[in-house]
């Protein structure tokens, strides 16, 4: 994320900047004939990020493939990610395109793709905080994306003050500004922003992995046609190694689950409904 990124961003969130990305004509448009709306974030690299103006990241690129081997188009529209699965479900968006984690909770509101990518929860701290256990971080300011999976986790440590924002740029400013003891995200996120930041003395500290809920796009359980598009244009990118191509874009060094390299089973995900 370039330097002038938090500055768009905000702008973007604020105003709710609509930019129209044509993936190819075709039949999968709304029923107006428009192109499907994407609700996505502006600030969580590599995953989901806006750069010169273009939304972006490894989920955002990979819905573009899977919208042109399908025949839709696709509008991308920044928004807050607690606002972003009941958008998905109320009609606002017809799709949710935001690291989300497939969680049976989740499935209550929306219908989920199956998966295209696993990961980590990462508590991000000041260098030498050793916050390196669950017991550790009782009694500490956390700081969290509100709605998100990282919230949820933060919310079940014993006397932790959980700390809510409406986006990730929010969170990061606050933690290096010493009003937050660490900032939970998701571990590519949090070392990206790392990476981008070496002056700053921070670490990574209590890590876990998140089993089971793979990353996914969220839909209305309305609409069951657009699922299956979804799952056969996920299924082919899988198949002819346009998902490990996409992943390797956007993460350099962790390797891509191996459900998800060239010829393999991909991540099932099963909705409450199925």
């Known amino acids: 994320m370039r330097s002038t990124l938090s500055k768009i961003a905000a702008a973007v969130t604020a105003g709710a900047l609509t930019l129209t990305l044509a993936a190819c004509g075709g ?6 004939g428009q192109p499907l709306r994407v609700g996505t974030l502006s600030d969580a690299p590599p995953s989901i990020y806006l750069e010169n103006g273009r939304f972006t990241g490894y989920d955002n690129e990979l819905l573009r493939d899977i919208a042109k081997r399908e025949g839709f188009e ?4 920044g928004t807050e990610f607690s606002s972003l699965l009941a958008g998905v479900a109320g009609g606002k968006f017809d799709i949710g395109s935001s690291t989300i984690s497939s969680t049976e909770a989740r499935k209550k509101t929306v219908a989920f793709s199956n998966g295209y990518n696993t990961g980590f929860t990462t508590v991000v701290t000041a260098k030498g905080a050793n916050l390196k256990e669950v017991a550790s971080l009782g009694g500490k300011r956390l700081g969290v994306v509100q709605g998100s999976v ?3 986790f933060a919310g079940k440590v014993a006397g932790a003050q959980v700390v809510r924002f409406p986006d990730y740029n929010a969170g990061f400013a606050q933690l290096k500004n010493g009003t937050l003891d660490g900032w939970v995200v998701p571990q590519d996120i949090g070392q990206k922003y790392l990476d981008q930041n070496p002056n700053v003395p ?3 500290g209590y890590t876990a992995e998140d089993k089971d ?4 796009f969220a839909v209305a359980k ?3 046609d657009l699922l299956k598009k979804l799952n056969d244009g996920l299924a082919k990118a899988i198949a002819d190694g346009t998902v490990a191509r996409i992943y390797g874009q956007f993460y350099k060094t962790t390797p891509l689950s191996k459900q998800l390299q060239p010829g393999g089973p991909g991540l099932p995900v099963k909705n409450l409904d199925a």
Not at 74 to 77: G, L, P
Not at 213 to 216: D, L, R, V
Request: charged fraction near 15%.
């Open 150 to 152: 990282q919230d949820e």
């Open 222 to 224: 309305t609409n069951p």
């Open 213 to 216: 809920t793979p990353s996914a």
């Open 202 to 204: 921070l670490e990574l």
């Open 74 to 77: 696709v509008e991308f529209v």
């Open 27 to 32: 039949s999968g448009t709304s029923a107006a």
